[in-house]
């Protein structure tokens, strides 16, 4: 009697399906975690060196570039570069750019900037259209691009130095206040 086979217990084989089974569905929740992240990464990099290259640009070619945001709080962020051209009829004016992008650049889904922040305005802007300035004598405005992951799990904010000429990207999400006293 001592050697009959309970029917409450587990054989070993159930045991290893299910641990199968845990370790493929972790294995694949990992995969999109990790490729979220990797995308947002790359979004940040494609900034900075937009940054970089808007700087280097405006003091090559002696023009004026902005890099236009549109802040749109109910869909997805865009951006794209303009220049300053010459217009017979209305002057200097600002033309899009196709050296830099053909059609405007999409912020990753999982992004939202959340505002933006220059030392030359009197508040953050949060909605609508924003330019940033790079001039010919390698000069931009200071300012901090506060960037929000889309479902919560993370805030960031991108610092652009004209002095420094220096772009960091900051693990939390500061003001220009903050940013000012931790350097």
């Not at 979220?36 to 979004?43: F, H, L, N, P, Q």
């Not at 650049?105 to 220059?118: R, T």
């Not at 909605?127 to 000069?139: E, T």
């Amino acid at each position: 009697m001592l050697f009959l086979k309970s029917k409450k217990a587990f054989t070993l084989l159930e045991i290893l399906v299910v641990l199968f089974i845990m370790v493929f569905l972790f294995t694949l929740a990992s995969r999109r975690i990790f490729s979220a992240e990797r995308k947002i990464g790359s979004t940040f990099n494609q900034l900075i060196h937009l940054n970089r290259r808007l700087y280097i640009s405006s003091e090559l070619h002696r023009n004026i570039y902005r890099l236009a945001l549109n802040l749109n709080p109910e869909g997805v962020d865009e951006f794209w570069v303009e220049k300053q051209v010459a217009n017979k009829k209305e002057g200097k004016v600002f033309t899009l750019d196709d050296n830099f992008f053909d059609e405007p650049q999409k912020i990753h889904p999982l992004l939202n900037i959340d505002s933006v922040e220059s030392m030359v305005w009197e508040k953050a802007k949060t909605s609508g259209m924003v330019y940033i300035y790079y001039y010919p004598k390698g000069l931009s405005q200071e300012l901090a691009i506060q960037f929000l992951r889309s479902d919560n799990q993370g805030k960031w904010t991108l610092y652009v130095d004209p002095v420094q000429k220096e772009f960091q990207l900051l693990e939390k999400e500061k003001n220009m206040r903050e940013i000012k006293e931790s350097l």
